[in-house]
C-alpha cells in the first residue's frame, strides 16, 4: 500500500473554506443581508420608539 505523498491542489484548499479576512467579511455581509431582510419583512410602528414627554 505504499505509493507517493498526495499533494494538496488550490481547488482542495478551496475546499476547506477562506481564509481569516475573508471569512470575517463574509460573515459581516451574511449578517448584514439577514438583518436587511428582517427589517424589509417585519411590521414597522408608526409611532415613536420611546414615549416622549409631553409638557
Do not use: C, K, N, Y
Amino acid at each position: 500500500m505504499g505509493g507517493q505523498p498526495v499533494e494538496p491542489t488550490a481547488a482542495e484548499g478551496r475546499i476547506t473554506g477562506p481564509s481569516g479576512w475573508r471569512r470575517a467579511l463574509l460573515g459581516f455581509l451574511v449578517g448584514a443581508v439577514i438583518g436587511a431582510a428582517i427589517g424589509l419583512v417585519l411590521p414597522r410602528d408608526d409611532g415613536p420608539r420611546r414615549p416622549t414627554r409631553s409638557a
